[in-house]
């Protein structure tokens, strides 16, 4: 149902190289760019997530209660790319670990403070 969340950036390079690189194990490579947005996705298809540059050309704010969350298919690829996260300048959230029956989640803040989770259902 979701074709793409976007989420507001300071430097869309920057930006544009965290995701790549903490994505790359899911396959996820840019699928457009104008210079302004860029989508990421994985050659399955499915949801992509934007990075931009504000349109109105004002400062990027993360939203409060806005959160990403990216199902990479199994706990373990949680731990792994919840680490890389870290590794590449995101911050802590939230460890990973079991939340509730049935879901498994690591919480993290990019460079520009956007959160996100990785989770596992099941």
Same mark, same amino acid.
């Given at each position: 149902?979701?074709?793409?969340?976007?989420?507001?950036?300071?430097?869309?390079?920057?930006?544009?190289?965290?995701?790549?690189?903490?994505?790359?194990?899911?396959?996820?490579? $840019?699928?457009?760019?104008?210079? &302004?947005?860029?989508? =990421? #996705?994985?050659?399955?298809? %499915? /949801?992509?997530?934007?990075?931009?540059?504000?349109?109105?050309?004002?400062?990027?704010?993360?939203?409060?209660?806005?959160?990403?969350?990216?199902?990479?298919?199994?706990?373990?690829? $949680?731990?792994?790319?919840?680490? &890389?996260?870290?590794? =590449? #300048?995101?911050?802590?959230? %939230? /460890?990973?670990?079991?939340?509730?029956?049935?879901?498994?989640?690591?919480?993290?803040?990019?460079?520009?403070?956007?959160?996100?989770?990785?989770?596992?259902?099941?």
């Amino acid at each position: 149902m979701i074709a793409y969340t976007t989420i507001g950036v300071k430097d869309l390079d920057q930006a544009k190289a965290f995701y790549l690189a903490l994505l790359e194990e899911l396959g996820g490579s $840019v699928f457009m760019d104008t210079g &302004r947005l860029a989508a =990421l #996705g994985t050659p399955q298809g %499915g /949801a992509m997530l934007a990075v931009c540059t504000p349109y109105d050309e004002g400062e990027p704010n993360p939203g409060n209660g806005n959160m990403v969350a990216i199902a990479p298919g199994s706990t373990e690829l $949680v731990d792994k790319l919840y680490a &890389r996260a870290l590794e =590449l #300048g995101g911050s802590d959230e %939230g /460890a990973p670990g079991q939340r509730m029956e049935g879901f498994y989640g690591g919480y993290f803040r990019d460079p520009d403070g956007n959160k996100v989770c990785f989770c596992h259902f099941g």
